[in-house]
């Protein structure tokens, strides 16, 4: 499985046409204690570029948007019932929603782990 | 995601309080605020920040907000007290020495200004005015109150509160007198050797101090405040989630030029002495606007909403009456999470026959329309030393 990760701080987890799709840990590092997340429904069908879910701090409300183009698999009721798991483990508790990858040449625009870390740094 | 650090803009010259060396010492998160540059949150973030305060002790820098003294030109201060009274609303005449209240700077249409503390100080007055409203206010009092009074911006002087259950364990033992102060006291007091003026009340809902004191003390001043295990230092976050939970207002948000005192449902800070039938009715900006309200109402009227759901429902929002008319009826002025409810709150404005509890409304989130309850305020009850 590889991790690949978006300017917009959001990390994807690709497996066979599936992707897992969470927010960075620098980026729950930035918003501050999350206290609300919004999933997509299953099955909406999403364009790249797409505010698909939203992520509200104490401070403020962030739109996560779509990285790549797909129909939306499964969502992570747990994250939702508990919004502090972006806070406590955005890489792994905290993903968000499960795609259909649409179109596999998108993923190439992506960063790899090293490349992020320059993105942030 | 779009980050709000990542939006890029032109940054202003920004001032800096007394504390500002220390703010950035301590990890504090700056931004822009009224001009300054402060600390919107420190290490712990918001959520810890103001739940350590209504738990034990915060130290919230608000030196700048604007102090001012009003001298009378006679030396009798209910000569001071009675010019004010042509610019507030609020009985300043009646205000005991050692005492302070809140006071509205109102316009001829009854419009709000300005929201400030007035303080008696036996010999002068003693106001505490916001931040963007400073300049204003300061041209307001020559304008008006300068034949009779010496308008004197203190700006030499930082302005520092301690809120919280612990707040006046931390203060006594500075000067053990304090413990003897109710909400709402006030004065000149000497702290660490400091020249101060220290008030009992804050902007939290909770039990505290606002302490005056000398520019070039502040920042000694606060660290032996910060070396006191309970105390942690706040940021501009948790100071506007506490004042929401406390349902308290804030200028340029929940109250506008274009809000009258009855419409922000703050009738209760006109006494009667000011009303019809008053000792002295009238005889401020829009008094007749004003005073007719109390007898027939408002369209509007400030509420307090708590979200049925989970999502915050944010300053801006506009709200219905139900799930799909397109009129919209109103709209939230402040709004957000609410930490020691751990459930979003809101304040906004409804039309009057509205604005009563339990009447569900709604309020539109990306494009969602989502069910409120008018509340009533303060949404977490004050713990003010009486």
């Not at chain 2, 612990?166 to 033992?173: D, G, M, T």
């Not at chain 2, 809101?346 to 509205?354: I, K």
Request: hydrophobic fraction near 45%.
């Amino acid at each position: 499985m590889t991790t690949l990760y978006t300017a917009d701080h959001e990390w994807l987890r690709i497996d066979g046409d599936v992707a897992t799709i969470g927010v960075t840990d620098y980026a729950q590092s930035q918003l501050g204690d999350v206290v609300f997340v919004e999933l997509p429904k299953v099955g909406r069908a999403l364009k790249k570029a797409e505010a698909v879910a939203v992520v509200e701090s104490v401070k403020a409300a962030s739109d996560v948007y779509a990285p790549i183009s797909g129909e939306v698999l499964e969502v992570n009721d747990e994250l939702a019932a508990e919004p502090a798991l972006v806070n406590s483990d955005a890489a792994g508790k905290a993903w968000f929603f499960k795609l259909k990858i649409a179109d596999k040449s998108e993923l190439d625009g992506l960063m790899d782990e090293a490349a992020y870390a320059k993105h942030i740094a | 995601m779009m980050l709000a650090s990542e939006v890029s803009a032109s940054p202003p010259p920004l001032k800096q309080t007394p504390l500002h060396a220390l703010h950035v010492a301590r990890g504090g998160k700056m931004v822009p605020f009224a001009g300054y540059d402060m600390p919107v949150q420190f290490g712990p973030g918001v959520l810890k920040e103001h739940l350590h305060t209504r738990a034990a002790a915060g130290l919230f820098d608000v030196s700048h907000m604007g102090q001012i003294r009003l001298r009378p030109k006679s030396g009798r201060l209910e000569d001071a007290a009675r010019a004010l009274e042509w610019l507030v609303p609020q009985d300043i005449l009646a205000l005991a020495a050692g005492r302070q209240r809140y006071a509205l700077f109102t316009n001829e249409t009854g419009g709000i200004l300005d929201d400030l503390m007035v303080a008696n100080f036996g010999d002068h007055l003693f106001l505490v005015v916001n931040a963007a409203c400073k300049a204003e206010d300061e041209a307001l009092l020559q304008e008006h109150l300068s034949d009779v009074c010496v308008v004197e911006p203190l700006r030499d002087r930082a302005l520092i509160a301690l809120q919280g259950p612990k707040a006046e364990s931390v203060l006594a033992k500075f000067d053990a007198g304090i413990a003897s102060m109710n909400f709402m006291d006030t004065g000149p007091r000497r702290l660490a050797g400091l020249d101060c003026f220290v008030s009992r009340s804050g902007y939290t809902g909770e039990d505290g101090f606002e302490i005056s004191v000398p520019a070039d003390a502040a920042e000694g001043f606060a660290q032996a405040l910060l070396a006191d295990e309970n105390v942690l230092p706040i940021g501009l976050g948790a100071r506007d989630s506490l004042r929401l939970e406390a349902g308290l207002c804030l200028y340029g948000h929940d109250l506008d030029p274009a809000t009258t005192p009855v419409e922000g449902a703050l009738e209760w800070s006109i006494q009667k002495s000011r009303r019809k039938g008053g000792a002295r009715p009238g005889g401020f900006p829009g008094a007749n606007a004003i005073l007719s309200q109390f007898e027939q109402g408002t369209p509007r009227r400030r509420v307090g909403l708590k979200a049925e759901g989970r999502a915050p429902v944010r300053e801006g929002a506009v709200l219905f009456a139900d799930e799909t008319s397109p009129q919209p009826i109103g709209k939230v002025t402040s709004g957000g999470f609410g930490p020691s409810l751990n459930a979003p709150v809101a304040m906004g404005y409804l039309p009057s026959p509205l604005a009563t509890p339990d009447t569900i409304v709604f309020a539109d989130v990306r494009g969602q329309r989502l069910a409120l309850r008018v509340a009533p305020m303060p949404f977490v009850p004050n713990t003010y030393k009486r």
